[in-house]
Nanobody, 121 residues
Framework: QVQLVESGGGLVQAGGSLRLSCAAS????????MGWYRQAPGKQRDMVAIITTGGSTNYADSVKGRFTISSNNANNTVYLQMNSLKPEDTAVYYC???????????????WGQGTQVTVSS
């Protein structure tokens, strides 16, 4: 089992910045991918940014150049630095950790409780 605890959401004006943190605990040795997803009211949950244990990253087109995902392996924390925020970035942001298939076990997605990010115009 993996537990994820997010922090750092809040209310910010358009053009501002926020940094989200996600602290992982438990069987983190089994994880090979972590990331951030977001879900706006009435919409599906979409990938925002992901990072592998090797440090490779990928971003949604809508956040490229504005958001940066990073990780600190010393304290098992993943960050999402969000700059130049826009009203359309308003959503609940969820931290995700992926445990790949191993032996008879299927792959497992773990999720945090979510943190609200609201960008006012």
């Amino acid at each position: 089992q993996v537990q994820l605890v997010e922090s750092g959401g809040g209310l910010v004006q358009a053009g501002g910045s926020l940094r989200l943190s996600c602290a992982a605990s438990g069987s983190i040795f089994s994880i090979n991918l972590m990331g951030w997803y977001r879900q706006a009211p009435g919409k599906q949950r979409d990938m925002v940014a992901i990072i592998t244990t090797g440090g490779s990253t990928n971003y949604a087109d809508s956040v490229k150049g504005r958001f940066t995902i990073s990780s600190n392996n010393a304290n098992n924390t993943v960050y999402l630095q969000m700059n130049s925020l826009k009203p359309e970035d308003t959503a609940v942001y969820y931290c995700n950790a992926y445990q790949p298939p191993s032996g008879w076990n299927i792959g497992v997605d773990y999720w945090g409780q979510g943190t609200q990010v609201t960008v006012s115009s």
